[in-house]
Nanobody, 126 residues
Framework: QVHLVESGGGSVQAGGTLRLYCAAS????????IGWLRQAPGKEREVVAA????????YYADNVKGRFTISKDNVKNTVLLHMDTLKPEDTAVYYC???????????????????WGQGTQVTVSS
C-alpha cells in the first residue's frame, strides 16, 4: 500500500507556471507508477500526465502536451508535475494517484488507479 500527499497548488494568471508535488510513502512506494488526474467542476476526472514506476516512460493528455512535464525522483519518492503556459481551462482539483500493483507503465485510465491523494486546487484566472 502507498500513501500519497500532494502539495503546490494555488492561483495563477493565465500564461503562468505552477509546480505540483506528489510525495509517496509506505512499503515499496518507490516502485509505483504515478498519475496526475484532474477534475473540474461539472466535468469527469481525467488523466493529464502519468509516469512509469522507474521514471523512464511518460504519458500526456493531448490538451496538456507541450505545456506540462512529469518527472519522478525515486530517491526522494516524489513526482513533480511542472505546468507551464497555464490556461483558465486548466482550473481543477489535481490528484496524484497510484495503481494497486508495482512496476507499472504510465497508466492512462482513471479506473487503473487504486490509491489517491487528497487533491490540491489549481485556479488559473484570465
Amino acid at each position: 500500500q502507498v500513501h500519497l500527499v500532494e502539495s503546490g497548488g494555488g492561483s495563477v494568471q493565465a500564461g503562468g507556471t505552477l509546480r505540483l508535488y506528489c510525495a509517496a510513502s509506505g512499503e515499496a512506494s518507490g516502485y509505483y507508477a504515478i498519475g496526475w488526474l484532474r477534475q473540474a467542476p461539472g466535468k469527469e476526472r481525467e488523466v493529464v500526465a502519468a509516469i512509469s514506476w522507474n521514471g523512464i516512460s511518460t504519458y500526456y493528455a493531448d490538451n496538456v502536451k507541450g505545456r506540462f512535464t512529469i518527472s519522478k525522483d525515486n530517491v526522494k519518492n516524489t513526482v513533480l508535475l511542472h505546468m507551464d503556459t497555464l490556461k483558465p481551462e486548466d482550473t481543477a482539483v489535481y490528484y496524484c494517484a497510484a495503481p494497486a500493483g508495482t512496476h507499472q507503465p504510465p497508466l492512462t485510465k482513471e479506473f487503473e488507479y487504486a490509491y489517491w491523494g487528497q487533491g490540491t486546487q489549481v485556479t488559473v484566472s484570465s
